[in-house]
């Protein structure tokens, strides 16, 4: 019988400083061997071209380690696919470079996929905040917003364990989130096109438009360093996350949810301008950065972006489309056991 392969893919681009502490966490884990004793782990970091000495420190601090170095930007999409088709692992690990593990992380989470049914093929973490390792950055994986937005269960509140009873879940976040190489196989990598951000909501919902199913795995707790990367608040993420949703929407979305959407983008739009006006949420510090002028570019830069890319988006939507095994009425049902309203997407940061 061959032993099982975990392999964790890390992307990376100027995060020296913070690749240190990840991958110190990683190390010291507490073996899961105890749960899957013939489990192996590999470790594969993409580099994405930085300049801040994140390929030298790797080199020189951890030769073991298996490293892709990319000449430039190529974006986390595609540093993750890069990552993915050059492991050897039944399961995939993709994690954040912000990130630091639990000591048990590692076995809580291998436990979980060895104990899940074959149809399982997602299995979401606890993620934590790094600053204050009592507010939840994501418990339960990603929750949907109709027009295809998603934002982490729970984001901003404190953990009392209020999310840890969940078991069958949306979908995870890519932050720290666990997939099956043979789910891959059949549904796909991530959707290059879209670069950063909202890439882990698109695969999770083509793999749930197949009949995979994700779970909940409270029990591997990481901790997250939010937006450390991108940069918070920044243009570039409010440019991504906006353009990418309606990615989201357009390739995947029953026609009667993309037709009924433009209500809900609107409606979030006037929070989204309410939160502004009232100095709370992500679009009022993002305004501040920009101008409420430069948040208005960004948005008819994006609405211009689709429009360019719309005949590849409908290409791609066909297949989804012709290959799903879910009802219409399946999708709906998530909405409402996986969903998240107007007001809890605009009024946290």
């Not at 964790?8 to 990840?22: D, R, T």
């Not at 300049?51 to 951890?62: M, N, Q």
């Not at 986390?76 to 990130?99: C, V």
Request: charged letters at 25%; proline letters at 4%; glycine letters at 6%.
């Amino acid at each position: 019988m061959s032993r099982p392969l975990m392999s964790i893919v890390i992307a990376n681009w100027n995060g020296k400083a913070l690749l240190k502490p990840c991958l110190e966490s990683i190390f010291v884990q507490n073996h899961p061997t105890a749960i899957l004793p013939q489990t192996r782990f590999e470790i594969i970091i993409v580099d994405n071209g930085s300049t801040d000495g994140s390929v030298a420190f790797i080199e020189k601090t951890h030769p073991e380690l298996r490293l892709i170095k990319n000449p430039q930007n190529l974006g986390f999409a595609k540093a993750n696919n890069q990552g993915i088709l050059a492991s050897k692992g039944e399961f995939i690990l993709t994690l954040n470079n912000d990130t630091v593990l639990d000591k048990n992380f590692l076995a809580a989470l291998m436990g979980a996929a060895a104990d899940s049914e074959p149809h399982v093929g997602m299995w979401a973490t606890k993620i934590l905040s790094l600053s204050d390792k009592t507010i939840i950055d994501s418990v339960g994986g990603l929750l949907l917003y109709p027009d295809g937005l998603a934002r982490g269960r729970g984001r901003l509140e404190r953990d009392n364990s209020q999310y840890d009873a969940l078991r069958k879940i949306l979908l995870p976040s890519a932050c720290a989130a666990l997939y099956r190489k043979k789910m891959l196989d059949e549904v796909g990598l991530f959707d290059e096109d879209f670069f950063a951000y909202c890439e882990d909501t698109d695969l999770g919902l083509r793999a749930r438009l197949l009949g995979w199913d994700a779970v909940n795995v409270p029990g591997a707790v990481c901790f997250h360093s939010y937006s450390a990367t991108g940069g918070d608040y920044s243009t570039f993420k409010a440019y991504h996350v906006e353009r990418n949703r309606a990615y989201v929407l357009i390739k995947n979305f029953p026609l009667s949810r993309i037709l009924s959407s433009p209500f809900h983008t609107l409606r979030r739009y006037a929070k989204q301008l309410s939160s502004i006006r009232s100095g709370k949420g992500a679009s009022s510090r993002i305004a501040k950065k920009t101008g409420k002028s430069g948040l208005f570019f960004i948005f008819i830069k994006v609405y211009f972006a689709v429009i360019i890319n719309l005949p590849t988006l409908l290409k791609k939507r066909r297949i989804i489309q012709r290959r799903r095994t879910v009802a219409e009425s399946e999708f709906s049902q998530w909405l409402l056991t996986d969903g998240i309203s107007a007001e809890e997407l605009t009024q946290k940061d």
